[in-house]
Every structure is written in structure tokens, then in C-alpha cells.
């Protein structure tokens, strides 16, 4: 009796493993379908010019702010502000890199007053991949922040810099691909983010709002381990607010 009960259990134990195996072969499929997509997104569409095609805007009377960058900016509800337009021409999972380049498409002929800018994770979330690449990683994104604002100051637009968001909790399916230089190249990042501030370059220190005490964002704020929930955006509006209220003003 005793050896058919042990039989019985390691049949049972066996059928658990399997059907175990099959959830998570299934769950890593999944994944893995999903990062296919991406990239073969990317690959018809390289760095998004097709994404607003049929919206146009013509010039208004109202202050135009537009809010740019990856999804942190895409995802960026806008703010309930008397005589303000509000246009959002924030992308998924774009680098500084394709942001930039999609510039003279997206954000010249909006003309806006005051431009939003949230960008750089997606490039810095890969250092712990190419550890060789650690500096040239950094460097791009400084530069093209600084290319962002001289575009910008070519057509007198007032450009509000927002630091990189913190990161939060990483899943188990991130963390083969990821370390604690990710978060040494966000602050890294928002050094130079920071000391950028000048004539028509505003500083907005959303790192500095959404951050707990062990520098990741707090649990309140966020979504996943990238993205903030909808009290994070109204944490951020409320803030952003007092920011625009003195150049609404002038």
C-alpha cells in the first residue's frame, strides 16, 4: 500500500512539473513573440514617421506645448490648463536616437511654444547588454538632448527637460538583462540633464518627484518597472503646472 501511494505521488509531482514546464515555456514564448513584433516594427517603420500620418495642426492662438520622446512622454495625459493646446508626439520604446531624428517631422512643423521632452531609458536600460558600450551609450544621449535643444532654439521654442524617470521593481524575465548600472546611467544621465538649464531651457526634475529614499520610484507611482500609473501622471501635471504658470504669464 505504502509503494502504490509513492508511485501515486510521484506521478502527481510529475504531472505538476510538466504541466509547471508547459506554463512557463508558454509564458517565455509570449515574451518572446512579443519582442519579434517589436522588431519587426522597427524594421518597416525604423523611426516612426508613419505614427501621426493623419493628424495636422494648424497654427493657433492658443500657448502650443508638445509633449515628446518615448512612452513615458506618450503616456503623458495632458493637463487641464486655460489657453493651452496640448499635442502629445511621444513614441513606445524609441531611443534618443530615433527621437531626434524624427524632430524636422514631429515637432517643427507643430511650431510649438514650449516643448516637453522625456526620454533616454531606453537606451540606458541596455547597458547591462553592451557593458563595452557603457560610455558611448551615455554620450549619445547627451548629445542628442543637446541637439534637441538647439533645434528647438532655432524656432524660439522654450524646452522643458525632464530627468529620466526612476526605475522600479524588475521582474524575473528583466533581470538576466539587467544590473545595477542601470540605474548609475540614469543618474549619470540626469547630472548632465541637470545642468542644462539656460535662456529657454527649463528643468524639470521628475527624477527628484517619483523617487523613494533607495532612488527607484516609489511604489505609489508606479506601473511596471518603467512606467508610472495615473497617480504618478498627476503627481507629475500637478508640479508641471506651477512650472508653465510663469511662462504662460510672459
Known amino acids: 500500500m505504502r509503494h502504490i501511494k509513492t ?23 509570449r515574451i518572446a ?6 522588431i519587426q516594427r522597427v524594421r518597416f517603420n525604423p523611426i516612426g514617421l508613419e505614427s501621426f500620418y493623419d493628424e495636422s ?5 492658443e500657448t502650443r506645448i508638445v509633449f515628446y520622446g518615448d512612452s513615458r512622454a506618450a ?10 493646446e496640448f499635442v502629445n508626439r511621444g513614441i513606445g520604446a524609441q531611443t534618443s536616437n530615433q527621437i531626434l531624428l524624427r524632430y524636422d517631422h514631429h ?13 533616454c531609458i531606453n ?39 525632464t530627468t529620466v524617470f526612476p526605475v522600479g521593481h524588475v521582474p524575473l524575465q528583466r533581470r538576466l538583462f539587467w544590473s545595477d548600472d542601470v540605474a548609475a546611467a540614469v543618474d549619470e544621465t540626469n547630472a548632465f540633464l541637470r545642468q ?36 504618478g501622471y498627476d503627481l507629475l501635471n500637478a508640479e508641471l503646472i506651477k512650472v508653465l504658470e510663469p511662462l504662460l504669464r510672459s
Open 7 to 29: 508511485r501515486r505521488f510521484s506521478q502527481f509531482l510529475v504531472i505538476v512539473l510538466l504541466l509547471a514546464s508547459i506554463g512557463v515555456n508558454i509564458f517565455l514564448f
Open 33 to 38: 513573440s512579443a519582442y519579434y513584433a517589436d
Open 57 to 61: 495642426y494648424l497654427p493657433s492662438e
Open 75 to 84: 503616456q503623458w495625459p495632458s493637463p487641464a490648463v486655460d489657453g493651452v
Open 107 to 119: 515637432v517643427t512643423p507643430l511650431q510649438p511654444d514650449i516643448l516637453l521632452v522625456q526620454m
Open 123 to 161: 537606451e540606458l536600460k541596455t547597458v547591462p547588454i553592451f557593458e563595452t558600450r557603457r560610455q558611448q551609450i551615455t554620450e549619445s544621449c547627451q548629445h542628442n538632448t543637446r541637439q534637441i535643444i538647439e533645434n528647438a532654439r532655432q524656432t524660439d521654442t522654450t524646452v522643458i527637460l
Open 196 to 231: 542644462q538649464s539656460a535662456e529657454n531651457v527649463i528643468i524639470f526634475d521628475t527624477f527628484a518627484l517619483l523617487a523613494d529614499e533607495t532612488g527607484h520610484i516609489n511604489s505609489d507611482y508606479a506601473f511596471d518597472t518603467l512606467h508610472l500609473n495615473a497617480a
